[in-house]
C-alpha cells in the first residue's frame, strides 16, 4: 500500500501523522511511504530522516492525496483537503465530527474510508488513540490556566500555588478521565487548591486513594457543578461522550457569576466544547472574554507542544496503521472490532451511532459494509 503523509495545515499546527520510525515499519511491511517536503521540519524531523527510513519525498499535498491509498494525519482536513480525497482512499486522523457538520458533509461525499482516531476503542476499554493527546492537552490546561490568571493575559493577577500566608488559587476539573486525571496531577503538583467533579463515584474513590487530602472529590450535579465554578479561580473543562458532542455543564449565568479575571481552559471544544460560552479559538489568538472571564479554548492544544505530541501520538497509532497497509481497510476492520469503531464515515455513509446521532444523519453500522469481508 502507499501511505501518504500530507503536512498539516490547520492553524499553527506543528504535528505530523507519521515520524520517520513509524514510516520505517511500514517500509519493513512492504509499504511504500510518500511525506510531503517540511512536514516535520519544525518539530526536528527534517526531510532527510524520512527518505532515510525509507520515504519518498513530494513536494505538494496534491501530490500526495493524489498518489496514496492511504492518508495518515494528525488534525481533521481542512476544506481544501476534504476536497482532494476520493471514493475508497483511507483516511486516518483526529476527525470529531459531532460538532462540525460541514466536514461531515464533505468527507461524505468523498466517499472516503474515514477512521477517527478518537473513537478507536481498547482491548481494555478506554480510547487509547485519543488517550495520548488527552494526556498531553490536561497536563498543558492547568499550565495555560495558571498562565492566563497572571494580569497581563487578562488574569486576575493570582499565582497557582499561593505563597506563604496568600491562599493558593482555587482549581476546579470537571471530568475525571484521562484529561482530567492529568490536569489534576500537574495542579496539585503546583500547588493549587483542587477540586475534582465526576459523575462516576468509583472514580472518584480511585481519585481519592491517589491524591488522598490533597483534592476534594465530588459527585457531578447541577448544584456541585454550579458551586464549585462560582468558587473556583481556574475552570477545567474535561468531559467526554466518545463520539458525541459534550455536555454543557457550565451555563452562560454561571459564567457571569464568576470572578472577574477568572479562567476557563475548554479541552473538551473538539467536541464543541462543555461551556455554554465556548466557541473554538487557535494558537495565534487563543482566548477571549466574557463577562470578565477569559475563555482558552483551542481546539488542538497539543499543538503547541508538537514534538511531544507527535511522539506520543506515533506511539499510539502505528499499530492499527500497519493493520490497515497490511491487511487493507475491510479485513482490518472486520478483524478488529476496537478499530472498527473507529470508522465514522465510509462510502458516503456515516457509520458511527453517536456521530450519526449528534449530526442528525442516518447512520449505517459499520457491520453492514463489511459483511464481505467478514463472510
Known amino acids: 500500500m502507499l501511505v501518504g503523509v500530507p503536512k498539516e495545515i490547520k492553524n499553527h499546527e506543528y504535528r505530523v501523522g507519521l515520524t520517520p520510525a513509524g514510516a520505517r515499519e511500514l517500509a519493513r511491511h512492504g509499504h511504500q511511504v510518500l511525506v510531503q517536503r517540511t512536514a516535520g521540519t519544525a518539530i526536528g524531523l527534517p526531510d532527510d530522516d524520512y527518505a532515510a527510513a525509507g520515504a519518498t519525498l513530494c513536494d505538494t499535498a496534491a501530490d500526495v492525496y493524489a498518489q496514496a491509498d492511504m492518508i495518515v494525519k494528525v488534525k481533521e482536513p481542512q476544506p481544501a483537503e476534504c476536497a482532494m480525497l476520493r471514493r475508497g482512499q483511507i483516511l486516518y486522523a483526529y476527525l470529531h465530527l459531532a460538532p462540525d457538520p460541514k466536514q461531515a458533509a464533505a468527507l461524505v461525499k468523498s466517499g472516503a474510508v474515514c477512521i477517527a482516531y478518537e473513537t478507536v476503542t481498547g482491548p481494555g476499554g478506554g480510547l487509547p488513540l485519543l488517550a495520548p493527546m488527552s494526556e498531553v492537552a490536561g497536563r498543558m490546561s492547568v499550565q495555560v490556566a495558571a498562565a492566563h490568571l497572571e494580569s497581563p493575559a487578562g488574569g486576575m493577577g493570582l499565582l497557582l500555588a499561593g505563597v506563604p500566608g496568600v491562599a493558593a488559587a482555587h482549581v476546579v476539573v470537571l471530568g475525571a478521565g484521562v484529561v482530567g486525571t492529568h490536569a489534576l496531577q500537574i495542579a496539585v503538583g503546583m500547588g493549587a487548591r483542587v477540586t475534582a467533579i465526576d459523575r462516576n463515584v468509583g472514580r472518584l474513590r480511585e481519585l481519592d486513594l491517589i491524591f488522598g487530602n490533597r483534592i476534594t472529590t465530588l459527585c457531578s450535579s447541577a448544584h456541585t457543578v454550579e458551586q464549585s465554578v462560582l468558587d473556583a479561580d481556574a475552570v477545567i473543562g474535561a468531559v467526554l461522550i ?20 477568572a479562567v476557563v481552559v475548554d479541552v473538551a471544544i473538539d467536541q464543541g466544547g462543555c461551556f455554554e460560552t465556548s466557541h473554538p479559538t487557535t494558537h495565534a489568538k487563543p482566548t477571549y472574554v466574557v463577562d470578565g472571564v ?82
Open 242 to 261: 466518545p463520539g458525541a458532542s459534550a455536555p454543557r455543564l457550565v451555563t452562560r449565568e454561571m459564567i457571569a457569576r464568576m470572578r472577574n479575571g
Open 294 to 375: 477569559v475563555h482558552y479554548c483551542v481546539a488542538n492544544m497539543p499543538g503547541a507542544v508538537a514534538r511531544t505530541s507527535t511522539f506520543a501520538l506515533g506511539n499510539a497509532t502505528i499499530g492499527h496503521a500497519l493493520a490497515l497497509a497490511d491487511q487493507g481497510w475491510k479485513r482490518a476492520l472486520a478483524d478488529d472490532p476496537h478499530l472498527r469503531r473507529g470508522l465514522n464515515v465510509c462510502d458516503g455513509h456515516i457509520t458511527h451511532e453517536a456521530v450519526a446521532l449528534a449530526l442528525g444523519q442516518p447512520y449505517l453500522p459499520a457491520e453492514q459494509l463489511l459483511a464481505p469481508a467478514q463472510a
